[in-house]
Antibody, heavy 119, light 110 residues
Framework: QVQLVESGGGLVKPGGSLRLSCAAS????????MSWIRQAPGKGLEWVSY????????YYADSVKGRFTISRDNAKNSLYLQMSSLRVDDTAVYYC????????????WGQGILVTVSS | QSALTQPPSASGSPGQAVTISCTGT?????????VSWYQQHPGKAPKLMIF???KRPSGVPDRFSGSKSGNTASLTVSGLQAEDEADYYC??????????FGGGTKLTVL
């Protein structure tokens, strides 16, 4: 069965960096777009970024552009999100998710991992 | 880009039908047939209910249906059941190759 397991979250100070990882299993990872989507405490869903199956197409939300970098290693069935210049309003549960073309129709989600940015 | 507009809340009695709207612009909802709907129970990850406006993933009951007219997409839940009580989010592909979510609708089964 499809499994997505995030790791790397935690507490970081404003201006700091953090790298999230997502281990995928149960499907042919290299066939799918992958996305990061976040949810601030008590708030709605916010799309962060997606990456095409080959890694050649990448898009970011304006709120994270220039600060976050999405990448994937198809040999390791892994997705990553490098986050830098973190701000208090980046505090959220971050979900790794499998998507259809263009990040749409996200059909499998990880359990989510909490990133807290606080001094 | 502003979030898609959803009503904050909706409600219905068991067995009834309820429709949740999702309003965008011609740059997102109106311009593409890439509207999705997600159900989220408290403390859980979202679940895909509808993709590409009206398609249901395997395992989603046919009580859930999606449609679109102009810049507004809709999710209809027929034959409401207690387990349908959850938050529902729409999302759409946009002109600048991004994804946009709605603010979410809390569905209450009375």
């Amino acid at each position: 069965q499809v499994q997505l397991v995030e790791s790397g979250g935690g507490l970081v100070k404003p201006g700091g960096s953090l790298r999230l990882s997502c281990a995928a299993s149960g499907f042919t990872f290299s066939d799918y777009y992958m996305s990061w989507i976040r949810q601030a405490p008590g708030k709605g869903l916010e799309w962060v970024s997606y990456i095409s199956s080959s890694g050649t197409t990448i898009y970011y939300a304006d709120s994270v552009k220039g600060r976050f970098t999405i990448s994937r290693d198809n040999a390791k069935n892994s997705l990553y999100l490098q986050m830098s210049s973190l701000r208090v309003d980046d505090t959220a549960v971050y979900y790794c998710a499998r998507s259809r073309w263009g990040g749409t129709g996200t059909d499998y989600w990880g359990q989510g991992i909490l990133v807290t940015v606080s001094s | 880009q502003s979030a898609l507009t959803q009503p904050p809340s909706a409600s219905g009695s068991p067995g009834q039908a309820v429709t949740i709207s999702c309003t965008g612009t011609s740059s997102d909802v109106g311009g593409y047939n890439y509207v999705s709907w997600y159900q989220q129970h408290p403390g859980k990850a979202p679940k895909l209910m509808i993709f590409e406006v009206s398609k249901r993933p395997s395992g989603v009951p046919d009580r859930f249906s999606g449609s679109k007219s102009g810049n507004t997409a809709s999710l209809t839940v027929s034959g409401l059941q207690a387990e349908d009580e959850a938050d529902y989010y729409c999302s759409s592909y946009t002109d600048n190759n991004n994804l946009l979510f709605g603010g979410g609708t809390k569905l209450t089964v009375l």
